[in-house]
């Protein structure tokens, strides 16, 4: 996974930074820019300096090691952590984390952290005129197995207005966050639905150039962890590097 501590960089010095990783360079178009016009934050946000590599102690790259005992029972199952349930179509988000070379990466924990059905975070700093839900926190985690597979029960989330221009609206998406054996390697990254018309005017997933790429991170309909009468359910696999790599936001820091 991602291991490298930036400092400001420019646009121009992206393909540097994955050389500083030591790994294969991302194919062009796959991963997104720094600077995205479109997407007003990053007009002050994207760096402007060369980046820094800071030397690693041996702590940052080898703990802290992530435990079933640092997972509660129902840290996946984010409709059963509360006295009550949650308002909202329930759905299953499952799938694989795998390599570069499509094996599986056992034991990574995998977050996930989602606005509620009605599109609204418990956050203070979220001030949409949504309704909160008591009974939906929105956050939960899990270890993948041995064969690289996870699985969260979950609310299908709500859309959000966010005022990056005119009638802006995000599309219906879960956060990922994923990390290998130590803080270092973290990698952050987002999930969407199949069939979102919102998807086409959404300036953080058209950032990606390739199509091929954004596609890679909207989830498809899985009859087989559908619960009958109960919950939808969607595939979402998560590569980590080579020519298929998921594109992720460690490279762009997205704000929710």
Known sequence: MDSTTKAPASAATKPAARALRGYRADD?????????????STQKRAPHEALVRLPWSLSEVTGPLF?????????FD????????????????SGRVLDANGKPVPHALVEIWQANAAGRYPHPVDQHDAPTDPNFTGAGRTLTDAEGRY???TIRPGEYPWRNHPNAWRPAHIHFSLFGPAFATRLVTQMYFPGDPLLEFDPMYMSI??????????????????????????????????RDETPMENDLVLPR
């Open 151 to 153: 699985r969260f029960v």
């Open 209 to 242: 150039p390739d199509e091929k790429a954004r596609k890679r991170l909207v989830s498809a309909f899985d009859w087989e962890t559908t619960i009958p009468e109960t919950a939808l359910g969607y595939r979402f696999d998560v590569v980590l590097r080579g």
């Open 78 to 93: 984010l409709t059963k952590q509360h006295d009550g349930a949650p308002i909202g179509e329930r759905i299953v988000v």
């Open 28 to 40: 062009p178009g796959t991963q997104p820019a720094y600077l995205y016009p479109p997407y007003a």
């Open 67 to 75: 435990g079933f005992e640092r997972i509660r029972a129902n840290d």
